[in-house]
């Protein structure tokens, strides 16, 4: 654990909401909650293993998993659904071969659902990093896909 | 000053009730049933099934009666068209994502969903289930197993395993329909800081938790004519396996649970007293030794094998106050592959060890991988490799497995006339019998202890200060000037009041009962599930009824337990009740 993590941990032992602020603060650290830091917080807040779990689980914010290099985040709002984001999501799924929220198994994409990326016009719509895809089709998702592939 | 009663409507009559209570407890007082199966009284307040609304004049919505507390002048209906609606939907909305396996649950008989659901009238659900999510089930523990499938997300066994026995191994996990209580990771329990008391078992409202089912391993070894089956039955179980066929709660039915026992086909039916006699012998004389040579005190009793895993995980610095003696279960097995084999002539391998008991961590404590001491005993003797390799104990039922199997011989058992134990592994004194019992343990092992020292007959047998439910007793005993405090906790977050003096060298105690299950065995994981709340007092008084009918009411008074001594142990702390019948303890981390 860094010093500045126990410094946090220190400062915060006690208080209302402290399993929250730290979690945060790891999760913004490692881009998510690493489990041997899960193991550390226990002990030193007296917290249960299953109650972080809990609190780790129940917001989408935490990981349990370290981030793909790309993130890829398919919109499934009502205009992008009905436009068939679902079939988008399921060929990504199938290729990537991973669930939503998770990473795959060479760590170079992680799969995400939100909802509404802001440009509906273009549903159905997906990003990766910071790039939008628009009038995304079935078909293209292999081609889209491959160029991140590449340039590994 | 006592707060005045309140005046309140219900269902249209006036009553006077008690300030402070939830409506649902204030109903119930008066004879009004509102159904629910997450609410528990004293413990569960999660408000998760809701079931039990009840509609309350003024109030815009209806009101979940469980933590809605009752006020002066309040109006309150059970039953109005709006309360069954909304009950019944709810009910439903449950039903519908519930497997419909009830035919082959565990808990048919004892389900509290099933039973809602029928007393309710449901006999359709309209909900299709849409959810497909199928969670794996955890089979990881040898004691307890985990179907988050049949888990209605009540949060009793979350409650029970925090507040009541501090232990905090389950916890509720993801949202939505992901939800599920599951332990750290999903590592299952077996990875966790589980200690296998079954407490939650007890409060689950459907079969999402049982215990591991070993009725067939038992009924494989009875039906194979090559194998000596024995069984060793807990203090416990004969003071509440009555109520699993129709008897009230408190019906003592030892000699009727030795004649089932033998329908069964067991070779030799015997009795976990007898090797409880023999544990007061070996424990009575550590703690002797322990205030003679200024060994390690307090002393703390090692039974209860709940406590012993919660010890290695939480409180591994105490570990050398814990008694190295072997619980009754375990000193059973080892004393009939040795003792017994030889004095009748039984090749050790044959004979198979079944044991009875209230509990689910018994299950754990059998497969401890160090409980094989009789197959080292052996060992040189006759030729054993290793994949020769035997349990001291070899399968563990429940009082609730038992029943089970009892059930399917086809045995009526509140009709038969009863049969003695065989001897000599079956006599015991009423010593052992209040090992079932909170502070039994204790108070069997003064009346040893206090002869042994002032070599006088105890004038009164019982210790009241020792007795009855309170989480924690205390009391001093004055053996001929010798003043000896001693204290004993049920339930393990009581035990931890008392542990972390003991972890500082502050407790002022010399010798420390600790039982993990409310009551002690007799509310074990493994026990009934009762629909009398008075079960474990009712189940008490039948304990200490049986002490008081036996002849011989002190464990060093044992004729059987003597024979041994004289025939094989030589005396109590000798050196093959140290290989035999004492064990260690080792720090445990969670995860495993």
């Known amino acids: ?152 | 000053m006592k707060e005045s009663k309140l005046s309140v409507k219900i269902d249209g009559k006036s009553y006077q009730v008690e300030p402070g209570l939830a409506i649902l407890d204030a109903c119930r007082n008066v004879g009004i049933d509102i159904p629910t199966l997450c609410y528990l009284k004293g413990l569960s307040k999660e408000a998760a099934c809701s079931i039990c609304l009840v509609e309350v004049t003024g109030a815009k919505a209806l009101m979940r009666s469980c933590v809605t507390p009752i006020n002066n002048g309040m109006e309150i209906y059970t039953n109005t068209e709006r309360v069954r609606n909304a009950r019944r939907i709810n009910l439903e909305l449950l039903l519908a994502g519930h497997p419909k396996e009830c035919l082959s649950c565990d808990r048919s008989e004892t389900c509290e969903l099933r039973k809602i659901a029928f007393d309710m009238g449901i006999r359709e659900v309209r909900f299709p289930k849409t959810s497909k999510t199928e969670f794996p089930i955890d089979k990881t523990s040898v004691s307890i197993i985990r179907d988050p499938n049949k888990c209605i997300l009540c949060g009793r066994c979350v409650s029970v395993c925090s507040s009541i026995q501090s232990v905090q191994a389950i916890d509720f996990s993801g949202r939505g329909k992901a939800s599920k209580v599951t332990t750290f990771f999903d590592q299952g329990l077996a990875s966790s800081v589980c200690v296998n008391c079954g407490q939650c078992l007890l409060v689950c409202p459907t079969g999402a938790l049982t215990e591991q089912n070993e009725t067939e391993e038992v009924w494989k070894a009875l039906f194979d004519p090559d194998k000596f089956v024995v069984v060793e039955v807990a203090p416990a179980v004969r003071a509440a396996i009555g109520e699993e066929f129709a008897m009230p709660a408190g019906s003592l039915v030892t000699a009727k649970l030795a004649q089932a026992l033998r329908k069964l086909g067991f070779s030799k039916v015997f009795d976990t007293q007898f090797s409880a006699d023999l544990t007061i012998m070996e424990e009575g004389y550590e703690l002797i030794s322990r205030i003679k040579n200024k060994g390690v005190l307090p002393m703390i009793t090692s039974c209860s094998p709940g406590w012993i895993k919660f010890a290695e995980h939480f409180f591994p610095g105490i570990l050398p106050h814990i008694s190295t003696c072997k619980s009754p279960q375990q000193m059973f097995g080892a004393i009939a592959k040795t003792y017994y084999a030889k004095k009748y002539n039984i090749d050790p391998r044959k004979i198979i060890v079944v044991s009875i008991m209230p509990c689910t961590a018994k299950k754990f404590e059998a497969k401890r991988p160090e409980m094989k001491d009789a197959f080292k005993y052996w060992q040189k003797d006759l030729n054993l490799k290793k994949e020769d390799e035997f349990y001291d104990v070899d399968y563990v039922l429940t009082t609730r497995e038992a029943a089970r199997m009892i059930r399917e011989a086809g045995i009526n058992f509140s009709n038969l006339n009863g049969e003695d134990f065989d001897e000599p592994l079956g006599i015991s004194t009423g010593a052992a019998v209040i090992f079932g019992a909170t502070g039994g343990v204790m108070e069997a092992a003064i009346r040893t202890v206090h002869e042994v020292l002032t070599g006088k007959e105890l004038e009164k047998l019982e210790f009241n200060a020792l007795r009855g439910l309170d989480g924690i007793k205390v009391c001093e005993v004055d053996i001929q000037g010798l003043k000896l405090k001693v204290a004993v906790a049920n339930g393990l977050s009581n035990a931890r009041k008392l542990l972390k003096d003991v972890g500082d060298n502050k407790s002022p105690y010399a010798f420390i009962e600790i039982m993990t299950c409310p009551g002690g065995c007799l509310g074990g994981g493994g026990q009934p599930f009762s629909a009398d709340g008075e079960a474990k007092p009712k189940r008490m008084e039948t304990i200490y009824q049986e002490d008081r009918n036996k002849p011989l009411r002190k464990s060093h008074q044992n004729p059987a337990v003597n024979a041994l001594y004289k025939e094989f142990l030589d005396k109590p702390l000798g050196e093959k009740s140290h290989h035999l019948l004492h064990t260690h303890y080792s720090r445990r981390q969670e995860p495993l």
């Open chain 1, 1 to 152: 654990m860094n010093p500045e993590l126990i410094k946090l941990v220190e400062e915060w032992k006690g208080k209302d909401g402290n399993l929250i602020m730290i979690l945060h603060e790891i999760q913004n650290h490692h881009g998510y909650v690493p489990r041997e830091l899960s193991l550390e917080l226990s002990k030193m807040l007296d917290i249960p293993l299953a109650r972080i779990y809990e609190v780790i689980t129940f917001y989408n914010f935490f990981k349990l998993s370290p981030p793909g290099k790309h993130l890829i985040r398919i919109c499934m709002g009502t205009a992008c659904y009905l436009r068939g984001a679902s079939l988008i999501l399921e060929e990504m799924k199938n290729i990537l071969g991973v669930q939503e929220g998770q990473t795959t198994k060479d760590g170079l994409f992680y799969l995400d659902v939100v909802r509404c990326l802001g440009c509906c016009g273009l549903a159905p719509v997906l990003m990766i990093d910071n790039k939008v895809y628009g009038k995304v089709k079935k078909s293209e998702i292999a081609d889209i896909l491959s160029k991140y592939i590449k340039e590994e």
